[in-house]
């Protein structure tokens, strides 16, 4: 079975760090791309970074670009999303998904991870 | 940046036929996505590339996308299908990857 399992979520101070990390199961993890995709309690969903299968190419959405770092290890088929300089608009269940293809550069996500939830409050 | 825009919510009675827009500047040249979100659970994909439907998925959930309007039709609505559901692009600007704002399927 294709699973997602996201974990590092909390509560953390505005102008903190946090590191989010995926582990991923039951297909070849090194095969695909992934991302990370957010939402706000009771908002939509906002895809926020997207990294190819070998870590070559990453992707940000500009509300995070220069704060956030996304990292994958294939050797731990794990995904990861360095946070830092956390605000309180970053509070969001935070979900991995599998994109379709090795690339980052296009496609849907499938499958999606639970989430793991990020609070930003002093 | 690209803008996909949903209506909020859609009504529909049991057994009848449910249609969710998503438009966008010319997303008729775009291949658009749509996720199906019940309370409390992960999205989960139920159409792809416009009109493909992932294993496991009802026929009776179809897409298509022309011109400036895709659209995800449920035919034959169970009180199951009542969820959010979102549409999705990638897009060449600065954010590559763009939802829609979701739209809220009531089942009455």
Redesign the interface.
């Known amino acids: 079975e294709v699973q997602l399992v996201e974990s590092g979520g909390g509560v953390v101070r505005p102008g903190g760090s946090l590191r989010l990390s995926c582990a991923a199961s039951g297909f070849t993890f090194d095969d695909y791309g992934m991302?990370w995709?957010r939402q706000a309690p009771g908002k939509?969903?906002?895809?926020v970074s997207?990294i190819n299968w070998n870590g070559g190419s990453t992707?940000y959405?500009?509300s995070v670009k220069g704060r956030f770092t996304i990292s994958r290890d294939n050797a731990k088929n794990s995904l990861y999303l360095q946070m830092n300089s956390l605000r309180a608009e970053d509070t969001a269940l935070y979900?991995c998904a599998r994109e379709?293809y090795g690339g980052n550069?296009?496609?849907?996500?499938?499958?999606?991870?639970?989430?793991t939830l990020v609070t930003v409050s002093s | 940046?690209y803008v996909l825009t949903q209506p909020p919510s859609v009504s529909v009675a049991p057994g009848q036929t449910a249609r969710i827009t998503c438009g966008g500047n010319n997303i008729g040249s775009k291949?658009v996505?749509w996720?199906q979100?019940k309370p409390g659970?992960?999205?989960?994909?139920v159409v792809?590339?416009d009109s493909d439907r992932?294993s496991g998925i009802p026929e009776r959930f179809s897409g298509s996308n022309s011109g400036n309007t895709a659209t995800l039709t449920i035919s034959r609505v169970e009180a199951g299908d009542e969820a959010d559901y979102?549409c999705?692009v990638?897009d060449s600007s600065?954010?590559?990857?763009?939802?829609?704002?979701?739209t809220k399927l009531t089942v009455l």
């Open positions: 991302s995709v939509g969903l906002e895809w997207g992707g959405a500009d979900h379709p550069s296009g496609g849907w996500f499938d499958p999606w991870g639970q989430g | 940046s291949s996505h996720y979100q659970q992960a999205p989960v994909l792809y590339d992932p979102y999705q990638w600065s954010d590559p990857v763009v939802f829609g704002g979701g």
